[in-house]
C-alpha cells in the first residue's frame, strides 16, 4: 500500500499551528527550529531559514497581522489569529481600495490636471524641442 505523502504548507500556516500547539509565546530560534524539524514546509532551503522566519514574524505582527509581538525575539498567536491566518481585506466602506480613494482625492485636490511630475516633464521637453529647433535653424541659416 503506497504511503500518503504530506502536503507541503507555508511556513506562516506552520507557525500559527505551532504557537497554538504550544500555548505560549515562543521564540522566533525555536519556532524556526520546530519548523524546521517537521519537514513540512517546503519553501525553507535556503541557507538562512531562521532570518526567514524571523521577518515573516515581524511583518506578521503588525496590526491586523496574525502574530503578536511579545518581547524582543519572542512572539506568540494575535487575539483572534488561531480562526484565520488570511490578510484582512483593504476594502473600504465606499468599496474601493483606500490607496484609489487617496489618489482620487489627490487629483480633485489638483483640479483633475496632471501631476507635477507630468507638467514639469512637458515643460522640459518643450524647452528642449525649441532650443534645438533654433539651433538647427542656425545651422542651416533659416528662420
Request: proline residues 6%.
Amino acid at each position: 500500500m503506497p504511503r500518503k505523502r504530506m502536503q507541503p504548507t507555508s511556513a506562516k500556516q506552520l507557525a500559527i499551528g505551532l504557537l497554538g500547539a504550544a500555548g505560549e509565546p515562543l521564540r522566533a530560534k525555536e519556532l524556526a527550529k520546530r519548523i524546521i524539524e517537521s519537514g513540512r514546509c517546503s519553501g525553507l532551503k535556503g541557507k538562512t531559514p531562521e532570518a526567514t522566519i524571523s521577518a515573516m514574524l515581524a511583518v506578521g505582527s503588525k496590526p491586523g497581522g496574525p502574530f503578536k509581538r511579545v518581547d524582543k525575539g519572542t512572539y506568540a498567536l494575535a487575539d483572534g489569529a488561531g480562526a484565520t491566518a488570511e490578510r484582512p481585506s483593504r476594502q473600504t466602506q465606499a468599496g474601493k481600495p483606500a490607496r484609489s480613494r487617496a489618489r482620487a482625492k489627490r487629483r480633485r485636490a489638483r483640479g483633475g490636471r496632471a501631476t507635477p511630475r507630468r507638467r514639469r516633464c512637458e515643460r522640459e521637453w518643450r524647452f528642449n524641442y525649441r532650443l534645438h529647433s533654433r539651433s538647427n535653424e542656425a545651422k542651416t541659416g533659416s528662420r
